[in-house]
């Protein structure tokens, strides 16, 4: 190593002041919130609703409504053998039972993809159950109200009275007839809130793309705005997208330009180191040419 | 090389091994690609995942670092150039020309991990939105730099013309830095610092919060640290080293040519 000159110096002591400076950030780890989201190990994240107790374990998520007695549970399982399988893995990992047939079963179009919805009914036992085929998985999510307190439906309907109408007749409850409904605000939405004069106790709808959403609450609660938020679970659920190649393929345009970079740096380095020494052998020779030959200018 | 008293050889001789690497510069390369690497196990390995994004969002620990760095080249030929314009020191141009290959390499790698990114956020490899456009003018005007330059005989216009330039050339990267804050049909993510107009956010795609995935911002400052500092200083030393030498074998070249 050559003698440490001043300005060499210098740039050592910037090098170690920089080096200094690299725990810091380490150091000033960011405080983390409580995460909204339920994540599992697979990618499958699903909101945690306001007013939910949530006692997640590591296989699956599961929340839990005190006062209505109602547990939503949300599970992955991968396809291996069809839904039917995979469907039923899910219940063997989840600490309820598979619910009965269900009394009636249909698609629904929501905005992250088409969900299989089955409503059972296995008196007091009330069970509304959603899937989706993701990828190579299948998501369940299910509502589960062991005592039929409340339970709820997604049904076409643009508007809200007959699609409130269709929800009941869809959980088997076709005799009940409204008696006034009303209007609540739930964080930034609007639900209608229907009461009737004996069974169920209230019901809340609301519209949105040609579907009514509708819980229907057989048993009163007093914070009956919680229950909706279910829906908000199968609205912004999301998985994360699997997108490690495009990582790689990114680290590996970035490793070549600066190969190309680096690389052309030193090839006309040592070009130039060539250049010099053909200069130097050249002139050398025209020395020697003119010593032996003085008269030449 | 055999050492002999002639002038010629003499004059070539310091051409060659006069231009032993400094500690200081074997020092800085040895820091940087210490970099480098904790920059890549920070951004890899530390870092978490966005759940959004899935893995390639830790191609941003390069992405945008990568642009600062390009912004310490550009910045270096800004001040080349008007250095060079108030002293007439060739000196300065040279920095000046170093400052464009590298601020343009790192500018490659800034938007081509950006198109990378773009894939599968955006479906789509590229399109026109404000900051793209404008990045794609800033390369292109600094590619220009070089070519025109080549094509300038007059080594004493060259140097004045490409520093003139240089220092005009420098508004493209400021327009980069900050259109994104002040366009509101952006669809680029502001991920630090303030947003001049809150209309800015509105068409925003593959945003993410960087306390929302731990160890975003710890990552992120190192690779700034990295990229955007100790990799521009770095490779400008070597590129300056290597006009240097250009600049010395020309010399030396119309010396041996006049004898």
Known sequence: MQKLTSPTRRWAAAIVLMLLALPGPLLAQETLGPSAFYNSRDGFHILIPDGWENRSTEAYAHFHHAEAAVDVYAITRPLRTGQDDALAAAFAALPIEQPAAPAEARTVNLVNGEWMQQISIDPPRRTTLYTQPFAENLHVIVWDSPTGSAQPAIVPGEEVEAGLEAALAALGLSEAEAVSLDEMTIGAQTWTVASFEDEPAAALARVRSALTYAVVVLEPVESIEALPLFFMQLSDYFVTPQTAPFLYLGLAATALVLLVLVGSIALRARALKQEALTLAALAQEDQAAGSQNPSMP | ?259
């Open chain 2, 1 to 259: 090389m055999s050492v002999t008293t002639h002038a010629s050889q003499t004059s070539a001789v310091p051409v060659v091994e006069s231009e032993k690497r400094p500690t200081a510069l074997t020092l800085l390369t040895i820091v940087t690609i210490i970099g480098l690497g904790i920059g890549l196990y920070m951004g890899l390995v530390y870092a978490g995942t966005d759940l959004q994004q899935g893995e390639v969002q830790r191609i941003f620990y390069i992405h945008m670092p990568s642009f600062f760095g390009a912004f310490v080249a550009f910045g270096a030929t800004v001040v080349g150039g008007i250095a060079y314009l108030r002293t007439r020191n060739a000196k300065w141009d040279r920095l000046a020309v170093a400052g464009v290959e590298v601020g343009l390499a790192l500018a490659i790698i800034n938007l081509v991990t950006g198109s990378v990114w773009a894939r599968p956020i955006w479906n789509t490899w590229w399109n026109w939105d404000p900051r793209l456009t404008s990045e794609a003018i800033m390369i292109l005007t600094y590619a220009a730099y070089l070519m025109l330059r080549n094509g300038i005989e007059n080594p004493e216009q060259r140097r004045r013309f490409a520093s003139v330039y240089g220092i005009l050339a420098f508004t493209t990267v400021l327009i980069t830095l900050l259109i994104t804050r002040i366009r509101p049909d952006t669809i680029h993510p502001v991920v630090i610092g303030p947003v001049l107009t809150d209309a800015s956010m509105m068409n925003v795609q593959g945003d993410f919060e960087l306390a929302a995935t731990p160890g975003v911002s710890t990552a992120l400052g190192i690779n700034m640290l990295v990229w955007g500092l100790l990799l521009p200083i770095t490779l400008l030393w070597y590129r300056l080293r290597l006009e240097n030498r250009a600049e010395r074998v020309n010399a030396l070249k119309a010396q041996v040519l006049s004898e």
